[in-house]
């Protein structure tokens, strides 16, 4: 890579940032396109955050991901949010275009490309049951709602109330057209949700077809921890997509391989929205099997 004079710079903003796969997914795809940018990760302090989009402004950064703990918070410095952005409530790529700082979210075509083509699920279920109700969640869950044909949702969370409260949320969203539960993560609850599926797909609203983590537990160095422990729960019919990527196998994976359950990690969902994101900031296609391959080597 060479870096001079016209060099365009891009990059990743969070606290910590040390583990981010993004710089070397976004580099390779940058050299991928021949295009003369570099993407740098910058560790920011959340006391900081103001500045360093200010910085952003300054230093005529074209493009900015953004990720944990900023998502939330970097939303009031922006000129424009896109509407999804805004129905999540997250922001996880800045475009500068001068006069200009917009936000966009693109956790949520990461996701639906992650199930369509990484997880092979052309059709999704009828149920889905969503593990988490903090960012990701809020992202999944809106995918889920607007843009597919899912009929039932069920958020299971630690905190049953914020469970809820995001469904209330994404039910209006919904237009009536799927209905969504909050519930706790119990071990009883999660046995009713996951329930038997139908053939095939779930072709019934009694037992979901797919599960989705959207919490870091059993991310690295936790990774003896699982959000679901019983490994009886699981029923061969289902699939499991765990968001998390580090470590490639989870514990969670683990136990629902162990009963036939078809299991991804969060890899492809990374690789997508990341290149989302360079869309975004280049306006050309993204080279997304050079990003897949750069995070999975
Ligand atoms: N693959 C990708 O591209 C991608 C993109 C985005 C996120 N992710 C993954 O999603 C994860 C969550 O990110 P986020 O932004 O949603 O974080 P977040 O906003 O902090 O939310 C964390 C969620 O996890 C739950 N949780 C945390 N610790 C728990 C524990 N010990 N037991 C049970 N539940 C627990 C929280 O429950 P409470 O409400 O009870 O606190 C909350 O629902 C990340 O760690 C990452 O692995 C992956």
Redesign the pocket.
Known sequence: MKIDGNTTIVGVIGYPIAHSLSPRMHNAAIQALGINWCYLPFQVAPENLEKAIEGMQGLGIRGLNVT?PH?QAVMRFLDWVSPEASAIGAVNTILNEGERLSGYNT?VE?ILAALRFGADLENLPEKVVVV??????RGIVYALTTVTDVRHITIL???IP?AERLAAEMEKMAKEKTEIEGKG?DGETVRDELGEAGSGVCETTQGAGLVIN????G?YPKVDCS?IEDPSVFHPRLVLYD???SPEETKLMRLARSQGVKSFN?LD??AY?GARSLEIWTGTKAPVEVMREAVMS
């Open positions: 944990v998502k956790d990461g988490g109700a903090g960012g990701a969640a969370n630690r905190t914020k993560l959207a919490t870091p537990v991310m959000p968001t998390i990527y969060g969902m990374l929205q």
